[in-house]
């Protein structure tokens, strides 16, 4: 048996996707402690759910059932990590230092980053924040009646690329199957040149969005809401009345300190190599998931297999992001995509299909057995990104 | 230590049965993901897949014949060769046939005039080559 | 306060990369900056001619070099 005074220490700040993910699989030859503000793990995207289905069921799960025995947890919240001197400091500046570190806390979400929203989230919700504010969308929804519905992106770095086009379908489904949809003008409004932001996407997007009815406005990034009056004001310089909005707030970086200081952004997001989640010269400390620079997608997937890299490099691979999404998207009425692309090519036009919504579905059910146990996903997953990588999707569907 | 290596080895597979279950019940209890599965599996069209299931698997039996196989595959050569366009003529030609019911008699001089045309003489050229080649 | 100008590097970035990079750095931007933004993606020439287009900005130049698009925005029309 190895000595455990024998294995070296890797610390992980952040118990989400990537951070489980990576402590799972470093746990045979490491002395692995993560370190969580809260002794659940959340599953975001079932923000979406609660939201525009009231579906609470796969939400959180407590980070120990997650973690596989040895993994060490610590419930607490990281004030500073500093990475000349190897040393991360807790709430309590109770301190701790490491061999490695692998930095992994998500994103703070502020309301307050676009003028009024923080009161708009308090009357309509919101589905990037809590699932305090999910349940308020439902709300809305169900019980909206007639008048203008908005859904407007404020910040395009948001969590979950798809998630305003995933919103704004669920709420056409809800209005629908409520048999109120004629008497509600549905808006999505976005700062991008077109409805999706990747061209390719858009042409399986586009056609979807104006099939049901969705009025998309361009160059709109909200900037100013005026709860008084009900306007939003783009950045753009252009007006838009709702009877009901919700905004995509405004996603930075994580509150931690981070030392040396140039080791995050303006925006509190951590400086990482987009191929080897190394921060700076560092070659003992990563920056994984939705708080790196590193993920060109914030999502779930993007953690994982930045997780799964940053364990074989650390083993002494040369294992490299490929820069591949594969953001499930729902459509409504039992339909799908995905959008799925890496850094050498834009997404794949993927078609909406029964099929596909129904491989979205068995992986949002099977995500906590995905967290538990990466040596029997590993193989399935490495088939599976294999099989779908864009290169192959490109030539199947043009 | 073995004994103890045992049952902790039997412990992390029911851990694992556990959390095997826990997935299952999850796609169990995700009704929009049953709903959409059994949309796909009862339709008419699954219906009438399984109602003709004999006919079927016989049929698939004959064609994966090794003699039949390869002429199944002599026939998609053949297909690919050919030309999309010419087809395309001749089943308007075909079609040209079908509506025109009544074929007016033609005079010789005007069968003369119509088989000097370029269009004309070429397919009859590709109707000679074929049966050339059927010949030999 | 001076007027500024800023680069705006989003080579690399396919789109959007480039317009939500120049959305970014035009929330901090005030009448009379100019922007310059560099950017490698093919589409973004139309796009940034939409964008001044919709937001009435003034495009000072738009012009390529080897290795990169450069467009030069003078920003009059914020609000």
Redesign the interface.
């Known amino acids: 048996m190895i000595n455990m005074a024998e294995k070296k220490k890797f610390l992980i700040v952040g118990g989400g996707a990537g951070g489980a993910i990576l402590a799972n699989s470093l746990v045979k030859d490491f002395d692995v402690t993560v370190i969580n503000d809260s002794p659940y793990h959340y599953y975001w995207p079932q923000l979406l759910q609660i939201a525009f ?1 009231n579906d609470y ?2 939400l959180y799960r407590s980070l120990s059932s997650l973690l596989v025995k040895g993994v060490n947890l610590v419930i607490d919240r990281v004030k500073k990590v500093d990475l000349q001197d190897r040393i991360v400091t807790l709430s309590n500046n109770k301190t701790m230092n490491y061999d490695y570190v692998a930095i992994a806390p998500g994103v703070t979400i502020e309301h307050k980053g676009i003028d009024g929203n923080e009161k708009l989230v308090e009357q309509y919700g919101d589905f990037h924040s809590t699932p305090q504010n999910a349940s308020k969308v439902f709300d809305v929804v169900s019980n909206m009646k007639k008048g203008t519905f908005v859904i407007a992106v404020g910040d ?2 948001h969590r979950c690329p798809p998630s305003p086009y995933e919103g704004i379908l669920l709420a056409d489904e809800v209005f629908r199957l409520r048999g109120v949809r004629n008497d509600i003008n549905m808006i999505l409004a976005v ?3 077109r409805a999706y ?3 390719t996407f858009n042409e399986v997007l586009e056609p979807i969005l104006k099939e049901r009815g969705i009025n998309v406005m ?2 709109f ?1 909200a ?1 100013k809401i005026d709860t008084e009056n009900k306007k939003i ?1 783009s ?4 007006e838009l009345s709702y009877d009901a909005a919700i905004v995509v707030p405004v996603h930075k970086g994580p509150k931690i300190e981070i030392k040396p200081d140039d080791a995050i952004n303006q925006d509190g997001f951590i400086n990482a190599d987009k191929f080897t989640n190394q921060i700076l010269k560092y070659d003992d400390a990563f920056a994984i998931g939705d708080a790196s620079t590193s993920a060109n997608a914030k999502t779930g997937v993007t953690a994982h297999l930045q997780a799964k890299v940053v364990s074989k490099r650390v083993l002494g691979l040369d294992a490299r992001n490929t820069g591949r999404t594969n953001c499930p998207t729902e459509l409504g009425f ?1 339909k799908g995509t995905f959008v799925i692309s890496d850094y050498n090519h ?1 997404a794949a036009k993927v078609p909406a299909n ?2 596909n ?2 491989m979205k ?2 992986f ?3 995500y ?2 995905i967290i ?2 990466p040596e ?1 996903w590993d193989p399935i997953f490495d088939v599976y990104f294999e099989n779908t990588q864009p290169e192959v999707l490109w030539k199947l569907f043009r | 230590m073995e004994e103890i290596n045992e049952a902790e080895l039997q412990s992390e597979s029911l851990e694992r049965l556990l959390h095997l279950v826990e997935m299952v019940n999850n796609i169990l209890k995700d009704e929009e993901l049953l709903k959409a599965i059994s949309k796909l599996v009862v339709s008419e069209e699954t219906f009438l897949i399984i109602d003709r299931l004999p006919q079927l698997i016989k049929l698939i039996e004959q064609l994966t014949r090794q003699e039949n196989l390869e002429k199944i595959e002599l026939m998609l050569s053949l297909l690919q060769s050919l030309d999309k366009q010419m087809l395309e003529k001749l089943s308007n030609a075909f079609k040209a046939i079908k509506a025109e019911e009544k074929v007016k008699p033609m005079s010789i001089s005007k069968m003369i005039t119509t088989l000097s045309e370029p269009e004309v003489s070429k397919g009859l050229n590709v109707m000679l080559n074929l049966l050339k080649a059927l010949g030999s | 306060m001076s007027e500024a100008k800023k680069v705006v590097d989003a080579r690399g970035l396919s789109c959007p990369g480039p317009i939500t990079n120049l959305t970014k750095a035009y929330r901090d931007a005030k009448n009379g900056d100019v922007l310059e933004i560099w950017a490698t993606d093919p589409g973004f020439k139309s796009d940034i001619k939409a964008w001044i287009e919709r937001t009435k900005n003034e495009l000072v130049e738009l012009r390529e070099e080897k290795d990169k698009i450069i467009a030069i925005i003078k920003i009059t029309a914020k609000k």
């Not at chain 1, 950045?235 to 252009?238: A, I, N, R, S, T």
């Open positions: 289905r069921s796969n395009p770095y700062p991008y040149p932001p990747a061209e361009t160059f990034t900037d004001t950045l753009e310089g252009e039992e834009p029964t099929i919504f129904i579905r068995l949002a059910d099977a906590w057995d538990r146990h029997f």
